[in-house]
């Protein structure tokens, strides 16, 4: 299998594709369930936020930042959600917005924003998360269409709300993330909104 970055000179397109690797074991045939209790997509859209790019390039494969207020997750969702996304429902492996601030209360969840990875024509999604013993452990999964996923990855990035019980509180972090049982330690990781501040 060969991975080609659509961003030209990239560093971080090869340690991509060893990622989409390691998840399609993982990943295939997974049907469109949406997302697990306690996780509610927001909002999904192409590529990482620029702020992000160096620790990319370094090494890091998928982030997950958590906003636990109000003011913070306003300033996620201005950062990461396009104007002009079109309104969608359901399972969110398309671009678009699947909800809105408006619909967290602040009590009991939080906003999270992951960046990761997927194939071009076989859209991936985080499914759900836990925390068990101050690990956090993401489940994704994967539309695919037609006889296998094409070559080429496109990096995304997903607002959700998410229950605060299924994740650390801010003075855990940062914490390891785990992937669909794959330890990428220290290539993923969970941090509060925005990382690396």
Known sequence: MQCRADRAGSGYAGKVCVLLLLLMPAVAGCSERGTADGVEPLARAEGWREALVDDLESGTFTILEIAYDRATAQRAWEENVPDGLPRRSGTPYRNGRYGSLDDVDFATRVVVVVWSAGSSSCPGWL???????GVVRATTRERVEGEGCAEVFVAYRM?????????PDEASLPARLVIDGY?????ALVAAYPAGS
Do not use: I, K, W
């Not at 499914?127 to 013993?133: H, P, Q, V, W």
């Open 183 to 187: 330890d990428f330690d220290p290539r």
């Open 127 to 133: 499914y759900g998360l836990e925390t068990d013993d």
């Open 159 to 167: 607002v959700l709300a998410v229950e605060r019980d299924l994740l």
